[in-house]
Each structure stands twice: as structure tokens, then as C-alpha cells.
């Protein structure tokens, strides 16, 4: 963005979509050099013959904890709430 403010392009000012075709100049080079970074990064992995998630382990394993069941009980309360609120109270819906 500095080197095309340095070019002269006025990208703070103007109106919302002004701005935004002035950013165009500075976006299209961003997403040519991001996928030509994930192409090579594809072809690396291919080449070393990388076989993701076959083997693989968790460096933190995930277990289920108290604050884990406390919400699934405070969602299971609010479903039964809404479902009898429904049967109940049918002139709300």
C-alpha cells in the first residue's frame, strides 16, 4: 500500500467504492503471489510424499471436561424449554 501511496494512488479518501478500485492494484498482486506460494508449497509436499492425518497425533489430546457436559446440559435444557414453550404455548409461534 506505501509503494502505491508513493505512486501517487489515493486510497484514504474518496467514496466507499472509489476506495475500493483503488485497492484493486494493490489486491490482485497479494492473491497472484498467495497462490503461487500455496501452489509450491503443494508441490514440496507432494514431492516428499506427505500423507496428512495417516499417523498423525494431537500434541494436546482433547478430553471432555466438566464445562464441556455443564453446557451440553444448559443446551439441552434450552431445547426442551423451547420444544415445551411450542406444545404449550402455540399462540407465540
Same mark, same amino acid.
Given at each position: @500500500?506505501?509503494a502505491?501511496k *508513493?505512486?501517487? +494512488? $489515493? ?5 466507499f467504492?472509489? %476506495?475500493?478500485k483503488? #485497492?484493486?492494484p494493490? /489486491?490482485?498482486? =497479494?492473491f497472484? *503471489? *498467495?497462490?503461487?506460494?500455496?501452489? &509450491? =508449497?503443494? =508441490?514440496? @509436499? &507432494?514431492? %516428499?510424499?506427505?500423507? !496428512? !492425518? &495417516? !499417523?498423525?497425533?494431537? /500434541?494436546?489430546?482433547?478430553? #471432555?471436561?466438566? $464445562?464441556?457436559? +455443564? +453446557?451440553?446440559?444448559?443446551?439441552? #435444557?434450552m431445547f426442551?424449554?423451547?420444544? /415445551? *414453550?411450542?406444545?404449550? /404455548?402455540?399462540a =407465540?409461534?
Amino acid at each position: @500500500m506505501s509503494a502505491q501511496k *508513493s505512486r501517487g +494512488a $489515493n486510497l484514504d479518501t474518496g467514496k466507499f467504492t472509489e %476506495r475500493i478500485k483503488a #485497492l484493486v492494484p494493490v /489486491l490482485v498482486p =497479494l492473491f497472484i *503471489s *498467495s497462490f503461487r506460494r500455496a501452489d &509450491e =508449497l503443494a =508441490l514440496a @509436499m &507432494e514431492c %516428499r510424499c506427505y500423507q !496428512g !492425518g &495417516e !499417523g498423525r497425533t494431537r /500434541l494436546k489430546q482433547l478430553r #471432555l471436561g466438566t $464445562n464441556d457436559l +455443564a +453446557a451440553v446440559l444448559v443446551f439441552a #435444557l434450552m431445547f426442551a424449554a423451547v420444544l /415445551l *414453550s411450542a406444545r404449550f /404455548l402455540p399462540a =407465540l409461534f
